[in-house]
């Protein structure tokens, strides 16, 4: 099946830094991409939909200058969060659907754990 | 408004018996339906989906759901759990159309005693 990675699996950063997600297709191209974040014992929550080679759809509430989504290839989406506050630690997951899927199954990359101190 | 439930937060069973992890949908239209797990300090992994034809959809690890459109749902069974099952399963739909974006349930925490 296809195969999605992110980086880092895990990071720990100071409040009012920046940090950069990865997520990559590996073994596939995805126009589209998605990212998620879950708390503890709860569901995934969509943040954004991430269009390669355009603006990327966020839901509501979500801060677009606050979590800055580029999806400059077809294999590449990255998540940043601005101005990092503790309460934006988080598990951050990012997915992705095959273009030939007529199905619209999305791979799952492992997750970021993000702890902001 | 289109919604998930999974009305179980956590479901117990003993090694060997059946399992049934619960999902009923609210969607306008004919739904795509799909359930994925989550096992500890992993991601998520695919199990199974529903899109059209048999109402019995067959998946991973030996894994099956049955869609159920009067009763709008789509539990998830396996005839003989396994210590190994033990994680989080969640549900998903999808409406036709353009929109991707999947609704997702709360999620049910299997524990699978030996």
């Known amino acids: 099946g296809a195969v999605v990675s992110q980086h880092p699996s895990w990071v720990i950063c100071k409040s009012g830094t920046s940090v950069k997600i990865e997520c990559r297709s590996l073994?596939?191209?995805?126009?589209?991409m998605f990212w998620y974040r879950q708390f503890p014992k709860q569901s995934l929550m969509l943040m954004a939909t991430s269009n390669e080679g355009s603006k990327a759809t966020y839901e509501q509430g979500v801060e677009k200058d606050k979590f800055l989504i580029n999806h400059a290839s077809l294999t590449l989406s990255t998540l940043t969060v601005t101005s990092a506050h503790p309460e934006d630690s988080s598990f951050y997951i990012c997915?992705?659907?095959?273009?030939?899927?007529?199905?619209?199954?999305?791979?799952f990359g492992p997750g970021t754990r993000l702890t902001v101190l | 408004a289109q919604s998930v439930a999974q009305p179980e937060d956590q479901v117990n069973v003993a090694e060997g018996n059946p399992l049934t992890v619960k999902c009923t949908y609210s969607v306008s239209g004919n739904p795509y339906l799909f359930w994925y797990v989550q096992y500890p300090n992993r991601g998520l992994q695919f199990l199974l989906k529903?899109?059209?034809?048999d109402n019995l959809v067959k998946g991973s690890y030996g894994f099956e759901a049955e869609f159920n459109k009067s009763q709008t749902s789509f539990h998830l069974k396996k005839p003989s759990a396994l210590v190994s099952d033990s994680a989080l399963y969640f549900c998903?739909?999808?409406?036709?159309?353009?929109?991707?974006?999947?609704?997702w349930g709360l999620g049910t925490s299997l524990a699978v005693n030996p």
């Open positions: 998903a739909v999808r409406r036709t159309g353009n929109n991707r974006k999947l609704i």
């Open positions: 529903y899109i059209t034809g």
């Open positions: 997915s992705a659907r095959p273009p030939a899927s007529g199905n619209n199954e999305q791979f």
């Open positions: 073994d596939f191209q995805a126009t589209t």
